[in-house]
């Protein structure tokens, strides 16, 4: 006699799988606090532009509304300085949507100055210390290439 109990298919939903991805890509070197700080600030870009990245607003039991989130998960990855410029060109050469942030962010204390530090330099000069990036899988994949998962 088999002790397998048997799984109703017809009620359990399938996995979802996207063909879309978001991911940030976090230089290797910075400090824990630097990787939180530059990760949120990278998504909020995404989800301020692209409302189809984000899904509906949560209700909790008691019918207290929070705001709504990535309808996806955020992938984080990590690399070296040079896996940085890399991806920054490949999403660029394939006009993906991005945010960056360059090590001069660390130094200003609003968005104001944060949009003129980016604005001074150069796009091959940008000291990039994190890049975001959303587009589909495949493509987000290449603009990827070199980076690992963060631990």
């Given at each position: 006699?088999?002790?397998?109990?048997p799984?109703?298919?017809?009620?359990?939903?399938?996995?979802?799988?996207?063909?879309?991805?978001?991911?940030?890509?976090?230089?290797?070197?910075?400090?824990?606090?630097?990787?939180?700080n530059?990760?949120?600030f990278?998504?909020?870009?995404?989800?301020?532009?692209?409302?189809e990245?984000?899904?509906?607003?949560y209700?909790?039991?008691?019918?207290?509304?929070?705001?709504?989130?990535?309808?996806?998960?955020?992938?984080?990855?990590q690399?070296?300085?040079?896996?940085?410029?890399?991806?920054?060109?490949?999403?660029?050469?394939?006009?993906?949507?991005?945010?960056?942030?360059t090590?001069?962010?660390?130094?200003?204390?609003?968005?104001?100055?944060?949009?003129?530090?980016?604005?001074?330099?150069?796009?091959?000069?940008?000291?990039?210390?994190?890049l975001?990036?959303?587009?589909?899988?495949?493509?987000?994949?290449?603009?990827l290439?070199?980076?690992?998962?963060?631990?």
């Open positions: 006699m088999s002790s397998t109990i799984l109703d298919t017809a009620s359990s939903p399938a996995p979802v799988r996207f063909d879309t991805k978001i991911a940030v890509l976090l230089r290797a070197d910075l400090e824990p606090w630097q990787r939180l530059v990760t949120a990278l998504v909020s870009g995404l989800g301020a532009t692209l409302p990245v984000v899904g509906e607003p209700e909790d039991a008691d019918q207290v509304a929070y705001l709504p989130m990535f309808r996806q998960p955020v992938l984080v990855f690399g070296e300085k040079e896996t940085l410029k890399a991806a920054h060109e490949r999403a660029l050469s394939r006009a993906l949507p991005r945010a960056v942030f090590a001069d962010l660390f130094a200003t204390g609003n968005d104001r100055d944060n949009r003129a530090a980016v604005r001074a330099v150069p796009t091959a000069e940008l000291d990039l210390v994190g975001s990036v959303y587009g589909p899988r495949n493509a987000v994949d290449k603009v290439k070199g980076a690992r998962m963060h631990p």
